[in-house]
């Protein structure tokens, strides 16, 4: 039986597990899907790399990034993205090689595009872990400007505080992306710290957590009229997209 698996900390309610396992038994695949929760990715070679029949990961918060250093290889997208949330599994014999790659760019770009509207020319991307990577790359190709805001300045890197968004800010970036894990369950009532009453019925308001289904974030985009998406179809799309890696 082939092993697949999800690399993170701490884990949950697993979207991944319930999608594949149900994915498995639908159309008859051999195969099981195991949730790998990790405290320190040190313990990745011992912990995940040693279990018998393993096909294929994904890889989460807050590791996809980290588990780069142990890959053999990674390609093309994943590079420009500068992170991993797919591990391809290669085997030659006894012999295993590493593959990273990044699905979440697909996932992310078929959810948004449909969204997508003349006055969508810019950006905030909240927060700096590896998916506001993927929402980076997706931007840069759809020619969408971007500012990344986190919880403390960096000048050297172009990184704003949510201190530093003004009302007026706020207004001229009519896309806002929340990469961050704020709000979601069971910390639902956490929120990204932005001025929200600047927020209006142009701004695109897209939160990456698909649980809840309507984060604080997204309600208080609401009540100001703007449009607003969850991750939900953006995890399906990634998932569908990794098992294609694997299979590739």
Not at 184 to 197: E, L, N, T, V
Request: glycine share 6%.
């Amino acid at each position: 039986m082939k092993t697949y698996g999800l690399v993170g900390y701490p884990l949950g309610h697993s979207f991944s597990q319930d999608y594949f396992t149900k994915k498995f038994a639908a159309e008859n695949i051999d195969a099981q899907y195991l949730n790998f929760q990790i405290e320190d990715i040190a313990l990745f070679p011992e912990k995940v790399l040693t279990v018998d029949g393993l096909a294929g990961l994904n890889v989460t918060i807050p590791y996809k990034q980290k588990v780069m250093a142990y890959l053999d290889e990674i390609d093309e997208t994943a590079q420009k993205v500068g992170a991993v949330n797919v591990v391809k599994i290669i085997r030659n014999g006894s012999k295993m090689r590493l593959r990273g790659c990044n699905s979440d760019v697909v996932g992310f770009e078929n959810s948004l595009k449909p969204l997508l509207k003349p006055c969508h020319t810019s950006a905030y991307i909240l927060g700096t872990g590896g998916a506001s990577k993927a929402v980076r790359y997706v931007l840069e190709k759809l020619n969408i400007s971007y500012q990344f805001v986190s919880r403390n300045a960096d000048a050297a890197n172009n990184i704003l505080s949510y201190q530093q968004l003004t009302n007026e800010l706020i207004d001229n970036h009519k896309l806002i992306a929340n990469c961050t894990p704020l709000g979601m369950s069971p910390k639902i009532d956490a929120c990204p710290d932005i001025h929200y009453q600047a927020i209006g019925a142009e701004h695109l308001c897209f939160d990456l957590i698909y649980n809840p289904e309507e984060t604080l974030f997204l309600k208080k985009a609401k009540e100001q009229g703007a449009t607003i998406k969850n991750g939900l179809d953006m995890l399906i799309g990634q998932a569908v997209r990794a098992w294609e890696i694997w299979n590739e």
